[in-house]
């Protein structure tokens, strides 16, 4: 290796697919989901489709849920320089 160079995004990931991912990353279903969080599973279901906007309250109670900051969920392809990565 000559040299190190960072690797290049290859895919864009949506509100709702990185709130899919997460999801099954925990191997939960979306009505596991639905009674860790109180938001229904057809609720889920559209915000994982881009039918519904995820908003600012539900961000934080799917972020509660899956452990993770809810800044992950509402911009899944913020890019983080790697000094500031926690």
């Known amino acids: 290796m000559k040299e ?15 709130v899919r ?10 009505s ?3 009674v860790l969080t109180g938001i229904p ?3 889920i279901s559209a915000i994982e ?3 519904v906007n995820l908003g600012v309250e539900r961000a934080k109670v799917l972020a509660r849920a899956l ?4 800044a992950v969920l ?3 392809g913020w890019e ?5 990565a926690a």
């Open 32 to 34: 596991q989901l639905s």
């Open 80 to 84: 983080v320089p790697l000094e500031h």
């Open 49 to 51: 489709n881009g039918r």
């Open 74 to 76: 509402v911009f899944p």
């Open 4 to 18: 190190f160079r960072p690797a290049k995004k290859r895919a864009e990931v949506s509100v709702g697919e990185s």
């Open 21 to 30: 991912i997460l999801r099954e990353l925990q191997e939960l279903s979306q």
């Open 67 to 70: 452990q993770c900051h809810p």
């Open 41 to 43: 599973q057809a609720t």
